[in-house]
């Protein structure tokens, strides 16, 4: 079986019985979504989710996110991992949409990438969800499904795993994708003890193969 039947196989599984995937993070715009997803880096959507109501109360838009201090934004996300690191690029954040991007979030990857605390996973992330494009984030629940299933090879990073999975992908369900592979990641194909026997794309899974 070639990767491209393999990918065609699953992808028409999660069709099937998955036709609706989307992020567990809880937002209400494209402010909210970016400020989410630069918490939930090695940290639960479940903690980023009890942390954001608060935060948006007191910092509803990227002004006042940006006319706060450093102190001030930690005392809203000191339960989450890395609070003192998240504090200054949320805040540089902030500021960067504010002076550089008229208080409006980018719409492609390589502007988000321009902001603090914005790699290309959560880049890809905001272009995906936020504006539909094809650009699919590969963090690392997607890193380990896609090698166990035989969607990527011998791959080094996130960013090859992205190459060769959008190589194959329908650029109109990309973004659809990304959630499948999260989603499948987070709660069968887990990182310990991948739940197999609930799987319903082993059938063309590589590691169950062997």
Not at 73 to 100: E, F, H
Not at 183 to 201: D, N, W
Request: hydrophobic share 35%; net charge positive.
């Amino acid at each position: 079986m070639t990767k491209e039947e393999r990918l065609k196989n699953i992808l028409g599984w999660f069709q099937e019985n998955m036709p609706v995937a989307k992020s567990e993070l809880n937002y209400k715009d494209p402010y909210q979504l970016l400020v989410a997803v630069i918490l939930s880096a090695q940290c639960t959507d479940k903690r980023v989710n009890m942390i954001t109501p608060a935060f948006f109360q007191r910092f509803p838009t990227a002004q006042t996110l940006a006319d706060a201090d450093i102190d001030q934004i930690y005392q809203y996300i000191r339960t989450c991992s890395y609070p003192n690191n998240k504090s200054k690029n949320l805040l540089g954040m902030a500021k960067c949409l504010v002076n550089d991007f008229n208080n409006q979030v980018p719409d492609n990857v390589e502007e988000l990438m321009t902001l603090p605390g914005v790699g290309r996973k959560t880049a890809n992330v905001i272009a995906s969800i936020v504006y539909n494009k094809p650009a699919l984030a590969v963090d690392t629940h997607v890193f380990r499904v896609a090698a166990r299933l035989g969607l990527s090879e011998n791959s080094k990073s996130p960013y090859d795993t992205e190459k060769q999975l959008i190589k194959y992908i329908p650029e109109e369900i990309i973004p659809t994708a990304h959630h499948w592979l999260i989603l499948h990641g987070r709660y069968v194909c887990t990182a310990r003890k991948p739940k197999c026997s609930e799987c319903g794309v082993r059938g063309w899974c590589k590691m169950y193969d062997r």
